[in-house]
């Protein structure tokens, strides 16, 4: 099972190479960090007190996360995963892939792992392009201070951690969706509408049982505006809970499916 | 090995209440290259996806190397490769990369990426993408997906649907070649007699979802002496009829020809001699050999 699980993983991310899904996670990890580095190129008279402040590397975090928690991390989780369940209906291969001498669990399992790979490399990629963020404009503007403290001395890895943890359950639902519809449109659509009304949930108190609104509750907890969210102490358990029940029943639905491929 | 390769024991399947297919028997020799005919919407890629258990078996039994599918699946699709209906391909890939994957899960040798591209001419393909291939091309690759691990059972639904007549013949080749260098099993799906006949060992003739005809293509053959028929045109086809009834033997009239059905030689001179008599000139006396084509369309159509 481990090695039949090895090989097939090894295969399907092979299948991802130069795919939509591969280059829509390079652009929109490094989005946010382009923009944050281009404004400050272009604003670069102000750039000094900025760099200044003690809490430098805490701010740009802080700013970086609001488009990643709300929009970016939840577009990429609904986009990467119904993109990369598409390549078989894309390429007519669930037929091959069933008639592969590999079991449907190892099959559900190695394309999810490949899924998870690709948006822990979408956070890997938004880590180093906030990096850049912060010292690419110290490097190219002359008179900027260097910034106190590194980036280094943020939590990098409980936050990432638990803003991955918190995109889970999108990742579960979408590939559930995914797995069942030949049509593309049809999981990103649903997606689409699933975020639209996690942030029409998010000023509600039922937005915690809203699995699109994990990441940006995740964010607005600490925040002025986000109070009525801090009381939800139990989120990345749930996303985790959820997560899991989303994947089963989608495994469920797929290995009982009456047509394979 | 067990001497058949494959078999099925009374598969029946349904889509709803419509039944697909009909109690099939099917036995396919170690070995051989097995044509599995029919006209379209016969049941022949339902059949295959059973084989391949990508339909969940509702009736019936199949038995590969002598083991059923329904226990032992993985271990039996280990050693079968398949290409079922439109070739699997992933267009955004090399046609290497392509076999790089199905290597991977086959766990066989890298160098057989190499071997299989050859053998199907694609080997010069480099870094083009599958997305710019041919459909001929595609459908080769799609072979050479099915042949990468050595299977003792290559199954393949409709391989030469799109190919141009040198393609064709190409396919054609490549599977004799198979079978009689490797010993591999083939079955081979397609709604052309013709083509079938030109390289299968035995014949299953499905039509209406059940299997008409099973045995070699010369017992297949055999079949042309049972359905001669002779042709009779004479000045008057009509008189002549009403003579040739007075002896018995049945007649119809059919595009302006009296068909007859199988009758020794001394009858048909014996009818000549008659028709003669009655002063009919007998224009045309000829015997019809039902060829391959007509016997399966015969099979398909009853």
Known sequence: ?261 | MTAHCLETHGLTHRFGDHKVLSGIDMQVPAGSIYGFLGPNGAGKTTTLRLILGLLATQEGEIRIFGRPLAHDRIAILRNVGSMIESPSLYDHLTAAENLRVLQLVHRCPESRIREVLDLVGLADTGRKRARQFSLGMKQRLAIAGALLHRPSLVILDEPTNGLDPHGIIEIRNLLVELNRRDGCTILVSSHLLSEIERVATHVGILGRGQLLFQGTIEELRRHRQEVLSIRVTTSDNGEAMRAIATDGVSAQLVDGEIVLSALTRERIAAINRKLNAQHLDVYEIRSVRNDLETIFLNLVRE
């Open chain 1, 1 to 261: 099972m481990t090695a039949s699980f090895v090989h097939a993983f090894h295969g399907e991310w092979l299948k991802r190479k130069r795919s939509f899904a591969s280059t829509l996670v390079v652009g929109g990890s490094l989005f946010t960090p382009a923009i944050i580095i281009a404004v400050r190129l272009l604003h670069h008279r102000g750039l000094a007190p900025i760099y200044a402040k003690p809490g430098f590397w805490q701010e740009l975090w802080r700013s970086s996360w609001e488009s990643m928690a709300i929009f970016f991390l939840p577009l990429a989780a609904i986009l990467a995963t119904s993109l990369i369940v598409q390549i078989e209906f894309k390429g007519n291969a669930w037929k091959q892939v069933h008639a592969l001498p590999v079991s449907a669990a190892v099959i559900f399992l190695a394309k999810l792992a490949v899924i998870l790979i690709v948006m822990a490399k979408f956070l890997l990629l938004f880590n180093a392009g906030v990096f850049l963020a912060g010292i690419v404009p110290y490097g190219l503007v002359r008179g900027v201070p260097k910034p106190a403290g590194t980036f280094f001395d943020l939590p990098l890895v409980r936050e990432n951690a638990l803003y991955f943890v918190d995109a889970l359950p999108i990742v579960a639902a979408q590939y559930l969706m995914a797995l069942r519809s030949p049509n593309v449109l049809v999981p990103i659509g649903a997606g689409f509408m699933a975020w639209v009304a996690a942030l029409a949930s998010i000023s509600s108190g039922y937005a915690i049982w809203w699995p699109y609104a994990y990441t940006t509750i995740h964010y607005l907890q600490d925040k002025p505006k986000g109070a009525h969210l801090a009381a939800f102490t139990q989120l990345h358990w749930l996303a985790a809970a959820t997560f899991v029940a989303l994947t089963a029943i989608g495994y469920v639905l797929f290995v009982t499916k009456k047509e394979k491929g």
